[in-house]
Every structure is written in C-alpha cells, then in structure tokens.
C-alpha cells in the first residue's frame, strides 16, 4: 500500500509528435482501508490523491477538502518559524526520469513555495522505493503477467487479475489501452484486512503543477533535520 501510496513528479517537458502535443494522464485516486481489530474494533479510513502522469513525469497530491485546508492554515500560522515540518502527507510528490533513466524525487510545498529534495539514500525511507516502473504504472507490468485472469465483468479494454493463497489477496483491474489500473485490491482472506485504490480518470489541471514551481526556493531535506 506505502509504495502505492506512494504514490508522489518533477521537471519535463510535453511529449510532441508530429507538432501534436500528449495529454498526460491524469486521475482521481480514492483509497479506502478496513481493518477488523482482535477486540472486535472495525477502523475505517478514505482519502483521495491527484494522480498525472507524462513523459517521464508523476505527480501525486493528496486532496484536501476546502474545510479542512482552512483549518489547517489557522494553525500553520502560529507556528514557530524555525519549527520544521517532516509530514509530508499533503506534500507533492514529483517524481522525474532524465534520459539515463536517473530518477529524481521531491516533495512540493505550495503553501511554501518551497520544493524539498531528498538524498537518493533517503529516498526510502520517505516512501518512494527507487522504482520508476511502479510509479509510473502504479503496478509491476511483468508480476501482472503472472497472475489469474479472471472471468469477471470488466470495462471495455480491461481485464481483472488475481493472485491469492490461503491468507491473502491481490485482485487489479487493468486497463490496457491507458495501461494503468482502475482498481487495486489487497487484503487477508479472513477480511480482517482490506484495502482498496479506486482510479477515476480525471481532467488535468491547466496549468499542470510542476509548471506553477518556477519562483519556489529549493531546499535540502537534511537540513530540515536541524
């Protein structure tokens, strides 16, 4: 789940063809988990995140309703100005590929106009583990290739696939034209565990997010650690 959520892009340019120009992908990303505790507690959790993809770009952020966002600048401002934030929850993710398929990873603060770069060692322990495939597709082509089909409903270009034993189970529907999954199902086959990414094709924002960070101050993540 961490390195779905995981989810999070960086500096590119549009993919043209022909003097034709790609649309990136972009989509509404909606995760929901259930846990069924050993004193009978069911504890249930929902948000949604900001998915676009293009070439050689994601981009992930979390969703924050208006109220909510309101709320938390209340109390952003009280707070002490050498007080360094580390929960990037509601960061932007940016994640880019240069052409020797170096990846670089950052967290975007609007709020600060400040754009946070981790070290490669770092990387990992802020949640993105370095593979460029499953951030990109949001799942391992070549493992979905060695799973079940199954004979199940499925939308026009898209198939479902199953891997499961006797205590868990992983079910993706795939959408092969956009090649991205529409649904990312994990859990234990009791069902005390459940949880579940829904992806909902979505407008992109114009302009796109990674253009709005030309003015902002870049920082090293090391020295938040101060």
């Known amino acids: 789940m961490k390195k779905v959520l995981f989810i999070s892009s960086l500096f590119s340019t549009f993919l043209i063809s022909n003097c034709v120009v790609a649309a990136p992908l972009s989509a509404i990303m909606t995760?929901?988990?259930m846990t069924?505790?050993?004193e009978g507690v069911k504890k249930q959790t929902?948000?949604?995140?900001?998915?676009?993809?293009?070439?050689?770009?994601?981009?992930?952020e979390r969703i924050?309703?208006?109220?909510?966002?309101?709320?938390?600048?209340?109390?952003?401002?009280?707070?002490e100005e050498h007080e360094h934030n580390l929960n990037f929850a509601t960061a932007g993710?940016?994640?880019?590929?240069?052409?020797?398929?170096?990846?670089?990873?950052c967290f975007v603060r609007a709020e600060e106009k400040k754009i946070i770069t981790p070290r490669v060692s770092e990387y990992g322990t802020?949640?993105?583990?370095?593979?460029?495939?499953?951030?990109?597709?949001?799942?391992?082509?070549e493992a979905l290739k060695k799973m079940t089909v199954l004979k199940q409903a499925a939308p026009e270009g898209a198939?479902?696939?199953?891997?499961?034993?006797?205590?868990?189970?992983?079910r993706i529907l795939w959408d092969a034209r956009q090649e991205i999954p529409l649904s990312i199902e994990t859990g234990n086959v009791d069902g005390t565990l459940d949880n579940k990414i829904t992806i909902t094709m979505a407008p992109a924002p114009s302009p796109l997010p990674w253009n709005n960070v030309?003015?902002?101050?870049?920082?090293?993540?090391?020295d938040l650690l101060d």
């Open 159 to 170: 198939t479902w696939y199953e891997k499961k034993d006797t205590k868990q189970f992983t």
């Open 64 to 79: 924050i309703p208006a109220v909510v966002a309101k709320h938390n600048d209340s109390e952003d401002s009280h707070k």
């Open 93 to 105: 993710k940016w994640l880019t590929r240069d052409a020797n398929n170096q990846i670089k990873f």
């Open 214 to 222: 030309g003015s902002y101050q870049t920082v090293a993540y090391e």
């Open 46 to 60: 929902r948000f949604q995140e900001r998915f676009i993809r293009d070439n050689n770009i994601v981009w992930s």
């Open 31 to 33: 995760f929901e988990s």
């Open 126 to 141: 802020l949640g993105f583990d370095g593979v460029w495939e499953t951030a990109y597709y949001l799942v391992n082509r």
């Open 36 to 38: 069924l505790t050993s």
